[in-house]
């Protein structure tokens, strides 16, 4: 049986984007990673400021943006325009050949339009589909796939997904086809006992431990959507998950948090 070729999907945090020295740094990491890689980003601190300097009141429930019309012109400007595009120009300083992607671009990522029973988020979508062929295609002639948090819904409207299901559903996709590991990248060394410690990262969370700490709500808020896709994405192929600060890309000893089925 013939091995899989790996593919690294990084999923970089907000604070990271909107701090120029260390967005620097991370682009450079990335940058030095050997073999495939995706990197998906969202940019919702910087949306949030644009839109509160136009008079807009960002709502959010469960660590998840309502989006309504206006906010969706706020988040596909700062997502799949400005950010995206800075990411990818200073990528490519790095000599990385990334391309700056949303979910509309080559049909690469279609999603439903979230229909919840109580909670109108508005234009939020929940992926349906990703276009893995050509997604392979992409990845096989050496370009860096750069993700924006933006997906479709296939009949030309564009609705704000939340990036880290975005990496999780990329990474599940493609686990048929590669060994995937996910790497959530943000501004802590993992994830934390104590949110004001930095040095009690907890190195492995299982679903029992999970349980436990959001019942104490030592975890809570938008923490919760992305362990919630991390064990979606292993209970579906995905081979490894971490979550940490995007030095241990390139440092081996780096502390880090692994989740594990």
């Given at each position: 049986m013939?091995?899989k070729?790996?593919?690294?999907?990084?999923?970089?945090?907000?604070?990271?984007?909107d701090?120029?020295?260390?967005?620097a740094s991370?682009?450079?990491?990335?940058?030095?990673?050997?073999?495939n890689?995706?990197?998906?980003?969202?940019?919702?601190?910087?949306?949030?400021?644009?839109?509160?300097?136009?008079?807009?009141?960002p709502?959010?429930?469960e660590?998840?943006r309502?989006?309504?019309t206006?906010?969706?012109?706020v988040?596909v400007?700062?997502?799949a325009?400005?950010?995206n595009?800075?990411?990818?120009?200073?990528l490519?300083?790095n000599g990385?050949?990334?391309?700056?992607?949303s979910?509309?671009?080559?049909?690469?990522?279609?999603s439903?339009?979230?229909?919840?029973?109580?909670?109108?988020?508005?234009?939020?979508?929940d992926?349906?589909?990703?276009?893995?062929?050509?997604?392979a295609?992409l990845?096989?002639?050496?370009?860096?796939?750069?993700?924006c948090?933006?997906t479709?819904?296939?009949?030309?409207?564009?609705?704000?997904?939340n990036?880290?299901?975005?990496?999780?559903?990329?990474?599940?996709?493609l686990?048929?086809?590669?060994?995937?590991?996910?790497?959530?990248?943000?501004?802590?060394?993992?994830?934390?006992?104590?949110?004001?410690?930095?040095?009690?990262?907890?190195e492995?969370i299982?679903?029992?431990?999970?349980?436990k700490?959001?019942?104490?709500?030592a975890?809570?808020?938008?923490m919760?959507?992305?362990?919630d896709?991390?064990?979606?994405?292993?209970?579906?192929?995905?081979?490894?998950?971490?979550?940490g600060h995007?030095?241990?890309?390139?440092?081996?000893?780096?502390?880090?948090?692994?989740?594990?089925?």
């Amino acid at each position: 049986m013939e091995n899989k070729k790996s593919v690294s999907i990084i999923k970089i945090g907000g604070n990271i984007i909107d701090n120029a020295t260390e967005l620097a740094s991370f682009l450079a990491d990335f940058a030095a990673l050997e073999g495939n890689t995706i990197l998906v980003h969202g940019g919702g601190k910087s949306a949030t400021k644009l839109a509160q300097s136009m008079g807009l009141v960002p709502q959010m429930i469960e660590g998840r943006r309502i989006t309504d019309t206006p906010m969706l012109e706020v988040v596909v400007g700062v997502y799949a325009g400005k950010i995206n595009k800075e990411v990818v120009a200073q990528l490519q300083a790095n000599g990385t050949n990334a391309m700056g992607l949303s979910g509309a671009d080559g049909n690469l990522i279609l999603s439903d339009k979230r229909n919840h029973p109580t909670i109108d988020y508005g234009f939020v979508g929940d992926v349906k589909k990703v276009n893995t062929t050509l997604l392979a295609s992409l990845l096989e002639t050496g370009i860096t796939p750069v993700f924006c948090a933006i997906t479709h819904d296939g009949k030309g409207q564009l609705l704000n997904t939340n990036a880290d299901t975005i990496a999780s559903e990329l990474a599940i996709a493609l686990s048929g086809q590669f060994d995937v590991t996910l790497t959530y990248c943000f501004e802590k060394p993992g994830v934390l006992f104590d949110a004001e410690d930095d040095t009690s990262v907890i190195e492995q969370i299982n679903p029992d431990l999970y349980a436990k700490l959001k019942a104490e709500q030592a975890i809570h808020s938008g923490m919760i959507p992305k362990l919630d896709n991390c064990f979606n994405s292993l209970s579906k192929g995905v081979k490894q998950i971490r979550i940490g600060h995007h030095r241990m890309l390139q440092n081996k000893t780096a502390t880090y948090t692994t989740i594990t089925l």
